[in-house]
């Protein structure tokens, strides 16, 4: 009997020692790879990972979260045509547009309309490959994490989040407008001050689920 349960409890070490490493609790900060492995900075092995986001949120399982991508899309883009809706939910409450944080849901909305081209800030992302345009409730967390999220961009060669530009979010506040934020963390859409036209053009960086 002893035999057989020393048995098993080798051949459990041993597929344990042969699964591929799965780091046990995510932090904000950590580097995203192809095929969703996460790892520390300090972990980061250039010859066996390659890094693809930094993670900027973890979800109350310590495992899954947001990660931003390392590079804005090129150019600023428009967020599309003035005076053209969607069928995203409009959000006119600066408060109830910082909730907004499905980005993949309001990107998967505008892409599926089937003339998306006409909404460069959404058609620039690799949606098919899990990049979508963040909403503004997640630009609000990753602002959040700035500090750390572009610490871990200098550990990987990305580049750090615009101190002059602003970013588009995937929120619509109206049938002209939608939210963006600017490079203080404030969040904005068209109002007297700022001007959060569809048409006006601004940065875009995708996000990801993980």
Not at 145 to 160: H, I, L, Q, R, Y
């Amino acid at each position: 009997m002893r035999k057989n349960v020393l048995k098993q409890t080798l051949l459990a070490l041993c597929l344990t020692m042969a699964l591929p490493f799965v780091k046990a609790q995510v932090h904000v900060g950590d580097i995203l790879c192809e095929g969703d492995v996460v790892v520390s900075p300090n972990s980061l092995d250039s010859t066996v990972h390659n890094a693809i986001g930094v993670v900027f949120h973890v979800d109350a399982s310590g495992k899954h979260g947001w990660a931003v991508a390392l590079q804005d899309v090129e150019g600023e883009q428009n967020w599309g045509p003035n005076a053209k809706d969607t069928p995203l939910r409009n959000i006119s409450s600066k408060q109830q547009a910082i909730n907004d944080v499905n980005g993949y849901a309001n990107t998967k909305t505008v892409i599926d309309l089937g003339y998306f081209v006409e909404f460069p800030a959404f058609e620039t992302l690799d949606f098919e490959n899990g990049w979508y345009l963040p909403a503004i409730g997640q630009l609000k967390r990753l602002y959040k994490n700035m500090e750390a999220v572009n610490s871990a961009f200098a550990a990987v060669g990305g580049t750090p989040l615009s101190t002059e530009e602003e970013y588009w979010s995937s929120t619509e506040r109206y049938i002209c407008e939608a939210w963006y934020i600017d490079p203080s963390g404030e969040i904005h859409c068209k109002d007297h001050s700022f001007n959060g036209n569809k048409d006006d053009r601004r940065l875009v960086r995708g996000v990801r689920n993980f």
